[in-house]
């Protein structure tokens, strides 16, 4: 299994400013990714987070808008840039453990954002 | 397209009623399914990872089973307790680290 902590866990941010949510992981990770899940919705896959390369982004979501970064295979960054109302929602870190044949995902506890 | 689909959206029972929830999927090529656990304000619980048609998965009160088309998730004798959202996800066969997840079923158990 693998252990996740985010950083904030919750923050209330003002339309314009920037926020950048923290992840670590209590081992090395190759898959890592981040997730957002809008009040009363399901999880929406927003990036791949890649050790060492650019993120790999998901339809409807661009690096300009929420930067990535992950310097090592227990770390990232998600930046959430010049934020609007509808950037409020819960953003989820999350990582792949196992192998091609028999993996598990987890989840760390989540960061609830919130923009006036 | 890949895609999950759970119902009911929402399932209220009596503590002590057992109950089934639904996910059906459509994937080429499954490699696996899970099962999540969510309270409010959390981040998902791993519950199981389902790999082929006829499996089965227990972890107290919960049983999880899969078919070629769909998997349930059995609650037996069901507590307070297991009140929780429960969300079902698969790999997209595309990319295996994309999973595609279900929009849930609300579980409340009432005492």
């Known amino acids: 299994s693998a252990v996740i902590s985010q950083k904030p866990s919750r923050d209330i941010c003002q339309r314009g400013t920037s926020l950048t949510i923290q992840c670590q992981v209590d081992?090395?990770?190759?898959?890592m990714f981040w997730y957002r899940q809008q009040p009363g919705q399901s999880l929406t896959l927003i990036a791949t987070a890649n050790q060492g390369s650019e993120a790999t982004y998901e339809s409807g979501f661009v690096i300009d808008k929420f930067p990535i970064s992950r310097p090592n295979l227990t770390f990232s960054t998600l930046t959430v840039s010049n934020m609007s109302p509808e950037d409020s929602s819960i953003y989820l870190c999350?990582?792949?453990?196992?192998?091609?044949?028999?993996?598990?995902?987890?989840f760390g506890p989540g960061t609830r954002l919130t923009v006036t | 397209e890949d895609q999950v689909t759970q119902s009911p959206e929402a399932l209220r029972l009596q503590e002590g009623e057992s109950s089934s929830l639904n996910c059906s999927y459509t994937v080429s090529g499954l490699r696996g399914l899970f099962w999540y656990r969510q309270d409010p304000g959390k981040g998902p619980e791993f519950l199981f990872t389902?790999?082929?048609a006829g499996e089965e998965k227990e972890k107290e009160r919960l049983k999880a089973t899969l078919t070629k088309k769909e998997s349930f998730l059995h609650i037996t004798a069901p507590k307070p307790e297991d009140s929780a959202t429960y969300l079902c996800?698969?790999?997209?066969?595309?990319?295996?680290?994309?999973?595609?997840f279900g929009s849930g079923t609300r579980l409340s158990i009432r005492p």
């Open positions: 081992s090395q990770v190759t898959m």
């Open positions: 996800a698969v790999p997209s066969y595309s990319s295996a680290s994309k999973i595609i």
């Open positions: 999350s990582v792949l453990a196992g192998d091609a044949i028999s993996y598990e995902q987890y």
């Open positions: 389902l790999y082929s």
